[in-house]
């Protein structure tokens, strides 16, 4: 009996900050989108044949996304979360500081590969104090 995915994790809701842009007045907002955490469990559940057994040494914890859409801040307009966001490993959350993985969706949604102009420079000013150009 092979058993459902389900019954390998347990879920548990969660709300993350998510930023999108909106396809209609291309502002980006920051919004609140509701998740489901799947964690694996300790151990397999009872019944668990071979195969199971082959799945859940390879199970990872996740993210799935529950929220499909969201309401634009700025003119109210219902639009679509990216799909690509939609799942996420909760091991290469660990790996990614939050606000480069934003920056890097933004640049993806916007079909802009350049840094948003109001970013604050990643180096102390005695790293880039050479360039004359600087004010
Ligand atoms: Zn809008």
Known sequence: MALDERALFTEKPETRPGRYQCPKCRRTGDYSIRWVRRSKKDRLPAGADERDRAKFAKLRDYLFRVDDEVTCKTCGKKFEIPSQHSLMFVDQLAGLPNEEELEREI?????????????????????????????
């Not at 640049?107 to 600087?134: I, Y």
């Open 107 to 135: 640049n993806v949604a916007s079909g802009e590969p350049e840094p948003a102009p109001d970013r604050k420079p990643a180096l102390p000013a005695r790293f880039t104090r050479k360039s004359s150009g600087w004010k």
